[in-house]
């Protein structure tokens, strides 16, 4: 929609609490407590220069969002891609993947990781539609990828360079 807008923010940021709630909050309910006490991460890792935290609002309401963070010298990691619930299947996540890879190219980065879980068909099927590359075999049983010796993240990579990212114009602002 054309009154969608990115900024840029941070993961702390009390305009998003309720965007970052619900991606928890979600997680909870697919996983239980599969993945367990997560250390707690630093906001700092996905601030500038080595990261970015993007929110794409409608009138003013936080949507989607999305970041990345360094992985190494030449990879960003992709983390936090969620889209509303009642808002899904309109193209946002893929929209907010879309930014973030941009923004990676243009900080340098070469090369996209990111890991989803195995009980997010969804994310796969995204992933694999904007030419990730499957680091796991698609057509195994998903759930094979909780047991031993696996720990239940599905990675995905992708190259970056100018001609693999579509030719389309993000509005952005800074958020303060």
Do not use: C
């Amino acid at each position: 929609m054309s009154q969608d807008t990115f900024i840029h923010t941070r993961a702390d940021d009390p305009l998003i609490a309720a965007v970052i709630a619900g991606l928890f909050g979600e997680y909870r309910a697919r996983y239980g407590d599969y993945f367990g006490e997560q250390e707690a991460e630093s906001v700092d890792v996905y601030a500038p220069p080595d990261g970015v935290f993007i929110v794409l609002l409608r009138q003013g309401r936080p949507i989607a969002m999305g970041a990345f963070k360094r992985y190494d010298e030449q990879t960003a990691e992709l983390k936090r891609i969620w889209t509303d619930t009642s808002l899904r299947r309109q193209g946002l996540a893929q929209k907010v993947v879309r930014q973030l890879e941009q923004l990676a190219l243009n900080l340098g980065y070469r090369r996209l990781f990111l890991t989803t879980g195995f009980r997010q068909p969804e994310a796969v099927r995204l992933y694999l539609s904007l030419h990730y590359q499957p680091q796991f075999d698609t057509q195994r049983d998903p759930e094979s990828y909780s047991l031993p010796p696996y720990d239940g993240r599905l990675p995905f990579i992708k190259l970056l360079s100018p001609d693999s990212l579509p030719q389309t114009a993000h509005r952005e602002q800074a958020y303060e």
